[in-house]
């Protein structure tokens, strides 16, 4: 195309391989706006020959105000550098919504900067300014969840899943409620062939690509496991008849959160893992059966469904739900640590460790009076007589910790 001396991009976050692709040949501007705030809020200009960007530039504003707020307070600002969530201020905003003042009262609203009140358009996107003032997309409100007190980017999961999948397969990663889940909560692929807008139609599970499915994840989970942490790996990968899109041809990721919650135990264990054989469930030791009882416990699982070769992980698990464990285990006289559950998942490994660790000698207590040393008559009687009782009823007597010693007054 060598008629071409401008390249404009808009409406997503440009990739970094498309500015290497176009730059040597045109000037490329970055333009960026939402249709609340009459389409371009910003824009960046590169120059032909222009080698790297960062990644997410949105440069400077355009036409506009731009302020960077706590995404949880519209009111207060974020310090330079720091991620917030982007509001419009400025001539170029809209009313609001036509028939929707729920959602204009939501999205444009009042912001207070203690001197003054602005009107401004709340838009979702989640920012940082840079030291030369250009503005950095990071990513959307509605895409970030919250799994084990950590803040996760879930079309960055996308994106690091998408070189594992099959050709022609789209993904869509979710963080879904279940009352089955551990904790409530878990990351979900949703996997379909095709994307197309959804309108009153709904997609659906495909149960006859489940076992299919099960076998690919593998893969795909040994490739993240090469590219992410453990808290960022789903926990199921579902095949639907469809990715839904809005009329805006966003995913409409709201639809895909409502096929779960809905699932029965039963359904959900079929997503989880292939059915296991009868030969396969009998061949547990007397150890394994009784740990078994406790993943399903904290698991929120069928024990029948839990293997030998079991990964307490790929099942669920984390630290938070290794705690529980540890918890139960006890109440049940097993050992078990934080450590054992995290490096050992295995079921017939943990299982071994954790019995072999519970028959272990119980380690001695220390004795009333042990820490007093050579002065523990002397003491003993002191207390008795400061604090005014038989020395009969004195049942210890223990030092100060050095925090303590601290905080005494000294005579």
Excluded at 233 to 248: H, K, N
Aim: net charge neutral; proline share 6%.
């Amino acid at each position: 195309m060598p008629a071409v001396r401008m390249l404009v991009t808009g409406g997503e976050a440009v990739p970094s391989d498309l500015i290497e692709l176009w730059s040597p040949h045109v000037k490329i501007y970055i333009a960026y706006g939402p249709t609340e705030a009459s389409i371009q809020a910003s824009g960046a200009r590169l120059d032909i020959g222009t080698k790297a960007i960062p990644s997410g530039l949105l440069g400077h504003p355009t036409g506009c105000n731009l302020w960077i707020v706590r995404d949880d307070n519209h009111n207060e600002l974020v310090p330079k550098g720091q991620t917030g969530e982007l509001v419009i201020e400025g001539n170029t905003l809209a009313r609001g919504y036509l028939g929707d003042d729920q959602k204009t009262a939501a999205a444009f609203v009042d912001m207070s900067t203690g001197t003054s009140i602005r009107r401004v358009f709340k838009t979702g996107d989640l920012v940082r300014q840079t030291d030369s003032g250009d503005i950095i997309f990071v990513g959307r409100k509605d895409t970030q969840a919250k799994v084990h007190g950590q803040r996760l980017e879930l079309t960055e999961i996308e994106a690091r899943l998408a070189p594992a999948l099959a050709a022609g397969s789209k993904c869509c990663i979710e963080k879904v409620q279940s009352p089955h889940f551990a904790n409530g909560g878990a990351i979900v692929a949703f996997l379909g062939d095709i994307m197309q807008i959804s309108g009153d139609t709904s997609p659906e599970i495909c149960w006859n690509k489940v076992e299919t499915t099960l076998k690919m994840s593998v893969s795909m989970q040994a490739h993240l496991e090469t590219v992410l942490p453990k808290s960022m790996m789903p926990l199921l990968y579902v095949p639907i008849t469809f990715i839904p899109l809005t009329m805006s041809h966003k995913t409409n990721r709201s639809m895909l959160r409502e096929l779960i919650p809905s699932l029965a135990s039963d359904e959900l264990q079929k997503l989880r893992k292939a059915d296991k054989s009868p030969t396969i469930q009998s061949d547990l030791s007397v150890e394994e059966f009784a740990l078994r009882e406790l993943w399903a416990t904290v698991l929120n699982m069928e024990p029948k469904t839990i293997g030998p070769d079991d990964n307490f992980i790929q099942l669920g698990g984390d630290s938070i739900t290794s705690i529980k464990l540890i918890a139960v285990a006890r109440s049940r006289g097993i050992t078990l640590t934080s450590t054992t559950i995290l490096s050992n998942p295995i079921l017939r490994v943990q299982a071994r460790l954790a019995i072999t660790s519970s028959k272990k000698q119980p380690e001695q207590g220390i004795n009333p009076f042990g820490l007093l040393g050579s002065r523990s008559k002397e003491l003993r009687e002191t207390a008795a007589t400061l604090c005014k009782l038989p020395i009969d009823e004195i049942e210890d007597i223990l030092p100060m910790t050095i925090s303590q010693m601290r905080c005494s007054p000294t005579t």
